[in-house]
């Protein structure tokens, strides 16, 4: 029987990170640490088909559209959200890779059950 390896600790914990993918992760991080901007990626990411038009985050805010547009401006430039403008509408969608990201720098990596 081969003994399988099982990587208990999230990779934060495992090694100090190289200084800049800790610059990396900072800016994500410092995108998701405020409470609009969290909501706002929650509602992205959880729309119907993916993406939300910017027409369909407003109403959820007691916040004018020019700081909504704030705050999706700091996700988009943290590379977290993607955007394309149609017609009058901008939409929005997540980007996985980098929303990914800050989930896999916590998470226990967990090994397949031995067999």
């Not at 900072?26 to 038009?53: N, T």
């Not at 547009?69 to 959200?81: E, F, N, P, Y």
Request: charged share 15%; proline share 7%.
């Amino acid at each position: 029987m081969t003994a399988v390896t099982i990587q208990c600790c999230a990779p934060i914990a495992r090694e100090p990170l190289p200084e800049n993918e800790a610059a990396e992760l900072a800016v994500l991080l410092k995108a998701v640490a405020d409470p609009v901007r969290l909501r706002l990626l929650s509602m992205i990411g959880s729309h119907a088909g993916g993406e939300a038009c910017v027409c369909d985050l407003t109403d959820a805010f007691d916040l004018t559209a020019p700081t909504i547009s704030h705050h999706l401006k700091v996700l988009r430039t943290a590379g977290l959200i993607g955007s394309e403008r149609r017609g009058t509408w901008v939409y929005y969608w997540i980007i996985p890779s980098a929303v990914n990201r800050l989930g896999e720098l916590f998470a226990p990596l967990a090994a397949p059950a031995a067999v």
